[in-house]
């Protein structure tokens, strides 16, 4: 790293619309791909807390124009000479979108519209801005900054605990290294990667095979509130009774699988929602005692093994050991996770569980995950809910689009958007779409179709119940959902 801060001092114009956002920035969720502005803006925006923060940073820039009062510190990359932002990746995504309010999420996608419309975007085209000499200038400035300003959103701890977790991988667990870049306490900095190490216990098969589906996809997130293993495993008492010490940045136990069984418990309850043991950030100080007499006793009795030591008694080592050639010549099966069949017509539940919706509307989000968690006998309910989800898709479309204005113009003698049914919706949005939607439409506005818009309407209005099998509705939502891809934010995962 460069020790000369002179860059601090000087100031560069530089166009918005050439700098690149940093995909490593620790507010990204590291399981996401993250190229298109609006990949950065969804991720930034996918909580409530964080959404109102950021639409409360385009309103400040809209209304009282962009104010530099924070560096913004880009570094030049060596591999492609483009310039990327180290510091002030919100605020240079709040100035991207403003001047281009088409590449915004469509959840959100309405409202920087609004806002970008009292705002000329020549007055946002180029920003001062500090360039590093290096990324490690940049990723000392990174640990460096301390803003008071009201618009600066400081990391979350889960977020610096993943800076640190970067840190660590990067330049190989080099402690002294890490301490000179955060300039944290060598105690405080073990204790975060401490408990690092405790989360991705998770991972090992002891405590995943325990685990549902969903719960280990919880358990892993980005989200998981690793606060509470923080206030747990701090507890005294906690460690004593599980058996758990620390050396340095090592966990050491005195029995590893009693531990396991008892953790896995734990994670469950922390990711159950429902569970009848509440854990959370604040139950975890004031019920402590309850929860831990609720979760699994470990037998402390065994002898000490490091978080890597798997030996058993000193009298079953020699048997082991005579077994050792065979077992290590003898074929790995590997593991074959079972495979996600999609667009198959006889599956149980209309929309699979790879699928996620991001949207600004309460009931299509709702909808979405009832329809991933109702099966199919329930299809009168289904039959309906397609319907309706079709409808408010649209209609989702044509405000983040901001074409409602367009449509009644379209309609002059509709009276306004609720006197505008879904057919003449549909014809309108079609011209808005690509080759593939622009034909689902078409077939669907074609009433001889077997799957079409008047045997939707029919499930709302008719009696019959000839078009209500499985297999059916299965085929409907099939055709329906690449349109509804282009409607909406859905993504695979």
């Given at each position: 790293m460069n020790n000369n801060y002179d860059w601090l001092n000087k100031k560069t114009p530089r166009s918005v619309d050439q700098l690149r956002l940093w995909a490593g920035n620790p507010r990204l969720n590291p399981e996401e791909t993250h190229i298109q502005i609006s990949d950065f803006a969804e991720d930034l925006t996918l909580e409530d807390r964080d959404k109102k923060q950021?639409?409360?940073?385009?309103?400040?820039?809209?209304?009282?124009?962009?104010?530099?009062?924070?560096?913004?510190v880009v570094w030049k990359s060596?591999?492609?000479?483009?310039?990327?932002?180290?510091?002030?990746?919100?605020?240079?995504?709040?100035?991207?979108?403003?001047?281009?309010?088409?590449?915004?999420?469509?959840?959100?996608?309405?409202?920087?519209?609004?806002?970008?419309?009292?705002?000329?975007?020549?007055?946002?085209?180029?920003?001062?801005?500090?360039?590093?000499?290096?990324?490690?200038?940049?990723?000392?400035?990174?640990?460096?900054?301390?803003?008071?300003s009201s618009l600066h959103l400081s990391w979350?701890?889960?977020?610096?605990?993943?800076?640190?977790?970067?840190?660590?991988?990067?330049?190989?667990?080099?402690?002294?290294?890490?301490?000179?870049?955060?300039?944290?306490?060598?105690?405080?900095?073990?204790?975060?990667?401490?408990?690092?190490?405790?989360?991705?216990?998770?991972?090992?098969?002891?405590?995943?095979g325990k685990l549902t589906d969903e719960e280990y996809k919880n358990a892993t997130s980005y989200k998981f509130p690793i606060t509470i293993l923080e206030r747990f495993f701090s507890n005294k008492e906690a460690?004593?009774?599980?058996?758990?010490?620390?050396?340095?940045?090592?966990?050491?136990?005195?029995?590893?699988?009693?531990?396991?069984?008892?953790?896995?418990?734990?994670?469950?309850?922390?990711?159950?929602?429902?569970?009848?043991?509440?854990?959370?950030?604040?139950?975890?100080?004031?019920?402590?005692?309850?929860?831990?007499?609720?979760?699994?006793k470990v037998n402390t009795d065994d002898l000490i093994e490091g978080i890597e030591d798997t030996s058993q008694e000193e009298e079953e080592e020699e048997e082991e050991e005579e077994e050792e050639e065979i077992i290590d010549n003898a074929p790995i099966e590997p593991i074959t996770p079972a495979p996600v069949i999609k667009n198959n017509p006889n599956r149980n539940r209309l929309i699979l569980d790879i699928y996620s919706l991001n949207s600004s509307s309460y009931r299509l989000n709702g909808l979405f995950k009832e329809l991933k968690l109702i099966p199919l006998k329930y299809?009168?309910?289904?039959?309906?809910?397609?319907?309706?989800?079709?409808?408010?898709?649209?209609?989702?479309?044509?405000?983040?689009?901001?074409?409602?204005?367009?449509?009644?113009?379209?309609?002059?003698?509709?009276?306004?958007?609720?006197?505008?049914?879904?057919?003449?919706?549909l014809e309108f949005v079609k011209t808005k779409m690509n080759s593939k939607s622009k034909?689902?439409?078409?077939?669907?506005?074609?009433?001889?179709?077997?799957?079409?818009?008047?045997?939707?309407?029919?499930?709302?209005?008719?009696?019959?119940?000839?078009?209500?099998?499985?297999?059916?509705?299965?085929n409907f939502w099939d055709l329906l959902f690449p349109l509804f891809e282009e409607l909406l934010d859905i993504k695979e995962n």
């Open positions: 950021f639409f409360k940073l385009i309103k400040s820039i809209t209304d009282d124009g962009f104010i530099p009062a924070d560096p913004i060596l591999e492609n000479g483009k310039y990327y932002v180290a510091e002030g990746n919100r605020r240079v995504l709040a100035l991207k979108l403003l001047r281009e309010p088409q590449k915004a999420p469509k959840s959100i996608r309405s409202f920087i519209r609004l806002q970008s419309a009292k705002i000329n975007e020549n007055d946002i085209e180029k920003i001062l801005v500090n360039v590093a000499p290096s990324f490690e200038d940049a990723e000392w400035y990174i640990n460096q900054r301390n803003s008071t979350s701890r889960v977020q610096q605990q993943r800076w640190i977790s970067e840190l660590y991988d990067k330049y190989n667990g080099d402690i002294e290294r890490i301490i000179s870049i955060t300039k944290m306490n060598k105690s405080e900095l073990e204790s975060f990667i401490r408990i690092l190490k405790v989360k991705d216990l998770v991972k090992q098969i002891e405590v995943k460690k004593e009774k599980w058996g758990l010490d620390f050396d340095g940045i090592e966990l050491i136990f005195k029995n590893k699988m009693g531990f396991l069984n008892a953790y896995s418990e734990l994670i469950k309850h922390i990711v159950n929602k429902e569970s009848d043991l509440k854990i959370d950030t604040r139950t975890i100080t004031t019920n402590f005692k309850e929860i831990l007499e609720h979760l699994p299809n009168n309910s289904i039959a309906a809910s397609i319907r309706i989800f079709l409808d408010l898709a649209i209609l989702n479309y044509l405000k983040s689009e901001d074409l409602v204005g367009n449509l009644c113009g379209h309609y002059p003698d509709s009276n306004g958007l609720k006197n505008i049914n879904l057919s003449k919706r034909d689902i439409i078409q077939k669907i506005l074609n009433s001889n179709n077997e799957l079409s818009l008047n045997v939707l309407n029919g499930y709302v209005h008719s009696e019959s119940t000839h078009y209500l099998s499985n297999r059916f509705l299965n």
